[in-house]
């Protein structure tokens, strides 16, 4: 098994270019089931869930071909296999994403189950109440969501719990229902929004995403189109915290400062410099960071996906500081694994005190899912001596050659 080993105590500095987005690349490839013309992709990641996709999508029947690096050409003309096996649902919960728009195109689709996962229970329910309410009639028998619809129809949906991934199903399922479908309390991540805008590129009528109302008016067919994707805010924000925990000063081409409002707030707020301008954020840190309290919440607040790095940052920071997690039940996984590095944490409920402290120490430590996993690279970075992360197959999930990139910003990092 792959570890990644660090030698910390170096600042980051220099320039690096950011990848486009895995989560919103996952339902833009998805987009393409739902029409019997070529999407073609640009700016998609080479990360491991991709790669999971594009054999799901594959394995439907579409044709799928890859000119050259970061562009894929998708061609859904023959649905030959309505069916997502539990292997790769298992292995990327994001394969719920070919449910809507299989269904909306085929009639039918059967989904494996997707179980818990390691950051929490994770249950599908309002993406199965959405395509309910929209007509489907739908089955749960040996682990697998029989979905079964004619023609689905437009409905009035009220999500009981904002959902990023539910959300793009259900508005991928109605872009070809008969009559309009209105989401209300639909998620309104920027990723929701690049796939509202490569769907109506493809023909389909939907406004107000990037809103908590979504209104989208069936039409009879999709056509092909052209989409980039979006810059990876996750991995914007990731880089972000490493250069200010390390107290270096880096630019970050190829992204969007607007899409990070929240995190580059409680980045200011920790002592860093930052400027933005078209494309590129640059920031500089000249101080040890301050310690900033965190609560996750739904887009346009704080992420989730940024929580565990905003923990390694606070672990050195000066003062204490509080993290709440509200979105998952058990994202609280790296702690422990940060301990081992000698961080001072308290965890009560899904709430953790962190004392910030002069140094970490290099340690063994194991990563538990995606975003644990670049924390403890954080972490490695600003502890003194030798830090061995096992487990890194989750970082290769989601971050696009993350050694190579911190390499080029003088961080001592390699695989074994
Ligand atoms: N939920 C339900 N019922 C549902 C759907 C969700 O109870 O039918 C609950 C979940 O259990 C969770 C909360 O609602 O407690 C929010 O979950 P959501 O559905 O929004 O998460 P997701 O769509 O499965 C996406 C990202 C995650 C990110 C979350 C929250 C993709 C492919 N994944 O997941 O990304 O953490 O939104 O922003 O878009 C990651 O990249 O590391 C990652 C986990």
Redesign the pocket.
């Known amino acids: 098994m792959q570890k990644l080993v660090i030698q910390g105590g170096l600042p980051l500095t220099g320039e690096i270019a950011i990848s486009g987005a895995?989560?919103?690349a996952?339902?833009l490839l998805c987009a393409s089931l739902l029409t019997q013309q070529s999407l073609r992709i640009s700016n998609v990641p080479a990360l491991q869930?991709i790669v999971t996709m594009l054999t799901l999508l594959r394995l439907i029947g579409l044709e799928v071909t890859q000119p050259d690096v970061g562009n894929v050409i998708l061609s859904a003309r023959n649905l030959t296999n309505l069916t997502a096996p539990y292997e790769m649902v298992k292995t990327m919960?994001?394969a719920?994403?070919v449910l809507g728009p299989l269904l909306a195109r085929a009639g039918e689709a059967n989904i494996s189950l997707p179980g818990g996962c390691a950051?929490?229970?994770?249950?599908?329910?309002?993406?199965?109440?959405g395509l309910q309410a929209m007509g489907a009639s739908i089955q749960i028998k040996h682990g697998y969501i029989h979905a079964v619809a004619n023609k689905l129809h437009g409905a009035r949906i009220v999500f009981?719990?904002?959902?990023?991934?539910?959300?793009?199903n259900l508005m991928m399922a109605a872009t070809l229902a008969e009559g309009v479908t209105i989401l209300e309390n639909a998620?309104r991540?920027p990723?929701v929004v690049d796939l509202a805008n490569c769907l109506n590129a493809m023909g389909a009528k939907i406004q107000g995403a990037g809103t908590d109302i979504i209104t989208i008016e069936g039409v009879s067919s999709l056509h092909g189109a052209e989409h980039d994707v979006m810059p990876d805010r996750?991995e914007t924000g990731t880089f972000l915290v490493a250069a200010t925990a390390t107290g270096g000063e880096v630019r970050l081409k190829n992204t969007d400062a607007h899409l990070l409002d929240a995190v580059i707030d409680k980045l200011l707020e920790a002592g860093a410099e930052i400027c933005t301008d078209d494309n590129c954020i640059t920031l500089k840190m000249r101080d040890k960071p301050k310690s900033v309290n965190v609560r996750t919440a739904?887009?346009p607040a704080f992420?989730?996906?940024m929580q565990a790095q905003f923990m390694s940052l606070n672990c050195i920071a000066a003062g204490t500081a509080i993290i709440t997690e509200t979105?998952?039940?058990n994202r609280l996984m790296h702690v422990q694994e940060l301990k081992r590095m000698n961080a001072e944490i308290e965890v009560e409920g899904n709430t953790a005190i962190i004392h910030g402290i002069q140094q970490l120490d290099g340690a063994n430590v194991m990563a538990t899912?995606?975003?644990a996993s670049a924390s403890l690279v954080i972490a490695g970075l600003v502890a003194q001596g030798e830090t061995v992360i096992d487990r890194i197959y989750h970082l290769d999930?989601?971050y696009e050659n993350i050694e190579g990139k911190l390499s080029a910003l003088g961080a001592k990092i390699w695989r074994v």
């Open positions: 895995k989560n919103a996952l339902p869930d919960r994001a719920i994403l950051i929490g229970l994770r249950p599908v329910d309002q993406h199965i109440k009981d719990i904002i959902t990023v991934t539910g959300t793009e998620a991540e990723e996750i739904p887009y992420p989730t996906d979105i998952f039940e899912d995606l975003r999930r989601g």
